[in-house]
């Protein structure tokens, strides 16, 4: 068997680490395909290096760009390298466009597609990110999917559970394993060391880089409005390059950067932002991915965001969305601060992401589908069975599994009188509610 695995921006590389560790560990045939649409030394060869895995064997280097220009470059440097290696599968991760050209070269050859964190859904289709990750599901053999409730996504979509595998999200197994890597080394950005990170008390770290934050004015005033008055808290600000140079334009860096505990700094690398997180008393980001990372390390986060595609975390009660509203911001990051009870039901929460063993997981479904020639994108051969689309309530005492297989028939949706369930083989759908098709 031979993985390929296609790579683009730093969450991407983090994520995947382990995943890679994995397949090199079972002796797997592995190609690495770099998008290098992070072209800097940070964002390519040392970051390969900082977080201890093999170099790419292939650097696209289409660098920054329009959207269709950077996916259009890709999907033909991509397109070339399967051509040349042959894969059984290529691996994908998140929403990128990385993903986007990877998920549709790969199908238009006929090449099986495994989409790692498939079923995420912010239902905004204003977010680039949406759109990716929908196009990628819709090309995909095989999602592995981080909770239920982005299974459930999947299935309302029509796709079949058989092809859905719900591992955790790797972010879970990356934290760790990062983690560990980064306090070996201790702190490297001169920033923080001058900061002295290790002895400073209520920290703040803060992410803002979307455009619906960052581009808007109201907003971002907003959101300015109440870290001035956070003043009981350290605030660490890794500021990314477009949100200073638009709160310049704005008129109102130097108003931020004036603040005693504000401390904006240049961005630092992600095992030394890893660290500052993990010390932090709370983050207040905009990001995706920081959200899952915050409840895996066990710090409370509150997300300047209007809706998530990582709604778990909210449910867990890990993450709180504030949106750019002063009010919520200040009334949430106080009550963290000074209420010991409700900050550690935040830090305590349920990580709905899995225990660390996303990889293996995902590993472990990829050779059982290799074993059983699951593999192979062919023609179908046989004549298409017809089939109604059914509903029904179900009185006896059965499995999922059992139903099927009675009935001939493959489920979709159960609900249990209170919410939507993941028809995993084994559950029991007595007095339960199921859409199935039922085949001829």
């Known amino acids: 068997?031979?993985?390929?695995?296609?790579?683009?921006?730093?969450?991407?590389?983090?994520?995947?680490?382990?995943?890679?560790?994995?397949?090199?560990?079972?002796?797997?045939?592995?190609?690495?395909?770099?998008?290098?649409?992070?072209?800097?030394?940070e964002m390519s060869d040392n970051f390969f290096k900082d977080l201890e895995i093999p170099a790419p064997d292939y650097n696209i280097h289409v660098g920054s760009g329009s959207h269709g220009k950077q996916t259009g470059l890709m999907m033909e440097g991509i397109e070339e390298v399967l051509v040349d290696e042959k894969p059984d599968i290529v691996l994908v991760q998140g929403d990128t466009n990385a993903v986007l050209a990877g998920a549709l070269v790969a199908s238009k050859l006929h090449i099986a597609v495994g989409h790692v964190e498939a079923g995420l859904r912010s239902f905004d289709m204003t977010m680039p990110e949406e759109i990716n990750r929908r196009a990628c599901d819709v090309t995909s053999t095989m999602y592995f999917i981080p909770?239920?409730?982005?299974?459930?996504?999947?299935?309302?979509?029509?796709?079949?559970?058989?092809?859905?595998?719900?591992?955790?999200?790797?972010?879970?197994?990356?934290?760790?394993?990062?983690?560990?890597?980064?306090?070996?080394?201790?702190?490297?950005?001169?920033?923080?060391?001058?900061?002295?990170?290790?002895?400073?008390?209520?920290?703040?770290?803060?992410?803002?880089h979307r455009a619906e934050n960052v581009d808007d004015k109201e907003r971002v005033t907003s959101i300015i409005e109440a870290l001035k008055e956070l003043d009981q808290m350290n605030i660490i600000f890794p500021i990314h390059p477009r949100t200073k140079k638009t709160l310049e334009s704005f008129g109102l860096f130097d108003e931020?950067?004036?603040?005693?505990?504000?401390?904006?700094?240049?961005?630092?690398?992600?095992?030394?932002?890893?660290?500052?997180?993990?010390?932090s008393s709370l983050i207040l980001t905009d990001s995706g991915g920081l959200q899952e990372e915050a409840i895996t390390i066990n710090v409370p986060a509150l997300t300047l965001r209007y809706n998530t595609e990582r709604p778990e975390t909210v449910t867990a009660g890990g993450n709180i969305l504030v949106g750019s509203d002063k009010k919520a911001i200040l009334e949430n990051a106080e009550k963290i601060l000074n209420d010991k009870e409700f900050a550690d039901r935040m830090r305590n929460a349920e990580n709905p992401y899995g225990q660390g063993d996303s990889a293996q997981k995902t590993v472990d479904a990829i050779q059982d589908y290799y074993d059983n020639g699951l593999l192979d994108i062919k023609a179908p051969e046989d004549i298409m069975t017809s089939f109604e689309r059914k509903m029904a309530l179900i009185n006896e005492n059965i499995t999922v599994n059992e139903f099927e297989e009675k009935n001939n028939a493959l489920i979709h949706m159960v609900f249990d009188g209170e919410k939507m369930r993941f028809p995993a083989d084994d559950l029991n759908i007595k007095e339960m509610c199921v859409t199935y098709d039922k085949f001829q």
């Open 1 to 41: 068997m031979k993985i390929a695995v296609v790579l683009g921006t730093r969450p991407e590389i983090i994520k995947m680490a382990p995943i890679i560790d994995e397949i090199i560990k079972r002796g797997i045939d592995l190609t690495l395909i770099h998008t290098g649409q992070h072209y800097d030394k």
């Open 147 to 208: 909770t239920e409730e982005s299974a459930i996504n999947l299935l309302a979509e029509g796709f079949s559970r058989k092809n859905l595998i719900i591992t955790g999200n790797t972010v879970v197994d990356a934290c760790f394993r990062h983690l560990e890597i980064a306090r070996k080394r201790g702190f490297e950005d001169e920033s923080l060391a001058e900061l002295d990170i290790d002895n400073m008390k209520n920290i703040l770290t803060l992410t803002m």
């Open 256 to 279: 931020l950067n004036n603040l005693n505990h504000v401390h904006i700094i240049k961005p630092i690398g992600y095992l030394d932002f890893l660290q500052l997180t993990s010390k």
